[in-house]
């Protein structure tokens, strides 16, 4: 993703456009809050306000440009639209997303609509759980219970 693609998306380049564009592009992780953002901003010494992180990222989910998600309920998380579809795993102890896809559940989804006479026009599925490393992370502490007992 680059300035190009702001010009396709029919946005005029700005700094900010660019700049937020730029952070989604190389983002470690790939979903990433306005908050996430704006923190990133202020690390390259860029002087762009979180309203407008904002600002930009209602104009970018206009334009198709990026997906928003809500995988804790409340907070917006954002990913750059690279057009292909996939779900998500998110790990209730430290927030960690993985993504999914499996051509069995898309193409399940699509015959049970089929079978309600149902016309999809989105979905989104989010697995909620704990990833290996916060399970690993729990049973040590466990175990260092145990050992001081
Ligand atoms: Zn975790
Ligand atoms: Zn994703």
């Not at 680059?2 to 005029?12: I, P, T, V, Y």
């Not at 470690?28 to 306000?49: C, F, Q, T, V």
């Not at 996939?86 to 699509?110: P, S």
């Not at 759980?129 to 916060?134: S, V």
């Amino acid at each position: 993703m680059e300035s190009n693609d702001l010009r396709k998306a029919g946005l005029k380049i700005t700094l900010p456009r660019v700049k937020i564009l730029e952070i989604l592009s190389s983002a470690k992780p790939r979903h990433m809050s306005a908050e996430d953002i704006y923190k990133r901003l202020l690390e390259s010494h860029e002087d762009i306000g979180l309203a407008t992180v904002y600002r930009v990222l209602t104009q970018f989910e206009a334009a198709g440009l990026v997906a928003r998600h809500h995988f804790d309920g409340v907070t917006a998380m954002f990913e750059l639209n690279e057009g292909s579809h996939h779900d998500h795993m998110v790990c209730l102890a430290c927030g960690r997303v993985e993504e999914f896809m499996v051509a069995g559940i898309e193409e399940k989804q699509m015959a049970i609509a089929a079978k309600y006479d149902f016309e999809i026009q989105d979905h989104s599925m989010i697995l909620y759980g704990r990833c290996a490393r916060c399970r690993t992370l729990a049973s040590n502490a466990k175990d260092q219970v145990r050992v001081r007992r």
